[in-house]
């Protein structure tokens, strides 16, 4: 049974920093294409960054230059680095797993901005 289990949200103010991890038991994390997605009240989920197999990354538009997704496949962890945090950056982020075959999403952690 795969689990994808992430940690790190919070409360930060704006301008500060915050560093999400989510761990992937029960499978091979290097076949996965990895992805950090967040939804904030009242809105669609929307994809953050991801980061496919080989390394290469995407960016959604509104946190392009300010987060940074990365992978440890020895961990089999994938992170996200964001920093000049926004209030607009409050939302639940998921992290999500997905193969040729199909995909898997955590439960999500709570990121707050706020002073």
């Known amino acids: 049974q795969v689990q994808l289990v992430e940690s790190g949200g919070g409360l930060v103010q704006p301008g500060g920093s915050l560093r999400l991890s989510c761990v992937v038991s029960?499978?091979?994390?290097?076949?996965?294409?990895m992805g950090w997605y967040r939804q904030a009240p009242g809105t669609q989920r929307e994809l953050v960054a991801v980061i496919f197999r080989g390394g290469s990354t995407n960016y959604g538009d509104s946190v392009q230059g300010r987060f940074t997704i990365s992978r440890d496949n020895d961990k089999n962890t994938v992170y996200l680095q964001m920093n000049t945090v926004k209030p607009e950056d409050t939302a639940v982020y998921y992290c999500?797993?997905?193969?040729?075959?199909?995909?898997?999403w955590g439960q999500g952690t709570q990121v707050t901005v706020s002073s």
């Open positions: 029960g499978s091979r994390f290097s076949i996965y294409t």
């Open positions: 999500n797993a997905a193969s040729t075959i199909r995909e898997y």
